[in-house]
């Protein structure tokens, strides 16, 4: 039986480096792959990464990509589908059927992700949280998606 695909995070011009951190650990520990769509809004190296991620950043695939139309390029070659979580859907993101082709992709703390971003998304979720509160830190919401992700896939203790 072939390798499963590696299930994909990507984070869009992240503004915060200890949440970057944060899911930079989560994927080396789960065996994710992590994506990061510059520009940032911090020095892209493993001095900004090391207090959250600490020595897991050996044991994380990064890949940058310059812009989001550099993501897009290579998203679109390696037909993979593109699942954007954001507070803007109507759709929870326990009611979606994961696969190994998806890249999850989670915008900035302070920001989200521009409209062209949500044209382009294959998919919209949202995890659905109580009336009247914003939105949950950016890196539990990295794990609680991926964690659904992974559960359905078959993905856990690769």
Known sequence: MPAKQAMRIALYEPDIPQN?????????????????????????????????????????????????????????????????????????????????????????ESAGVPEAVHKAADVRLRIPIRQGLRSLNIAMAAAMAAGEALRQTGGFGR
């Open 20 to 108: 970057t951190g944060t899911i930079l650990r989560l994927c080396a520990c789960l065996g994710i792959e992590a994506h990061i769509v510059e520009p940032a809004g911090f020095p892209i190296t493993d001095r900004a990464f090391r207090r959250a991620g600490m020595d897991y950043l050996d044991r994380v695939a990064i890949v940058r990509h310059a812009s989001f139309a550099a993501f897009e390029d290579w998203r679109r070659r390696e037909r993979l589908r593109l699942v954007l979580l954001t507070t803007a859907a109507e759709s929870s993101y326990l009611d979606h059927a994961y696969g190994a082709q998806d890249v999850l992709m989670l915008g900035r």
